[in-house]
Each structure stands twice: as C-alpha cells, then as structure tokens.
Nanobody
C-alpha cells in the first residue's frame, strides 16, 4: 500500500481545509486508517481513526466537533475535513494505514499552517 496526502496549505484562524489521502495497492489486510499530526518540537499525535468498514470512528478530544474523518473506497481516498481551525492546529499531518501483515504504513505528510 502507498499513501499520498494532499490538500495542506495556509489558512487563517477560523477557516477550513480538507486533507486527502489517496491509497493504492492491496488494502485487503488494512484494518484501520488514521490521521496523525506533528507540530514543531512535539511528538506525533493521533488525530482521528476510521476502521476499514467505517463502522468505528475516533477523534482526539482537541478536534472533536471540528474535524471529520471519512473514506471513499470507490475513490481509494480518505479525507480529513478540518473546520474552525486554530493556530495550535499548525502541524504536518500524516495519514497512516494499519496493515495487519506489515504494520503501520505512512504517507509523506502535508503541512497545515493556521495563521492568527
């Protein structure tokens, strides 16, 4: 599986962005996909999770109610809709696939910068 993020950029506080994660290759052993982020000087943190059926979704408390994770398997793409963005949401956002055979697979990351 290969993952490619897109949709990052610069936005003012209160604005919105939508990140996309296009996945290719065999996804038969993928049981969940995630969005993580890493701000400068901080550890990478989990933002949101969606299972392979979409039946379970989890959000970090700091983004609940503002961010929405979704996936469109017909387009082989996962999304992260981010609304009401805050300067503290500035980070590199990574998509991740949990592969039961090989472990975690990461995308290259997308920079999100929120100006105050």
């Amino acid at each position: 599986v290969q993952l490619v993020e897109s949709g990052g950029g610069l936005v003012q506080a209160g604005g919105s962005l939508r990140l996309s994660c296009a996945y290719s290759g065999s996804t038969i052993s993928i049981n969940a996909m995630n969005w993580y982020r890493q701000a400068p000087g901080k550890q990478r943190e989990l933002v949101a999770t969606i299972t392979n059926t979409g039946g379970y979704i989890h959000y970090a408390s700091s983004v609940k109610g503002r961010f929405t994770i979704s996936r469109d398997d017909a387009k082989n793409t996962m999304y992260l809709q981010m609304n009401s963005l805050k300067p503290e949401n500035t980070a590199v956002y990574y998509c991740d696939a949990q592969d039961l055979q090989v472990g975690n697979i990461w995308g290259q990351g997308a920079q999100v910068t929120v100006s105050s």
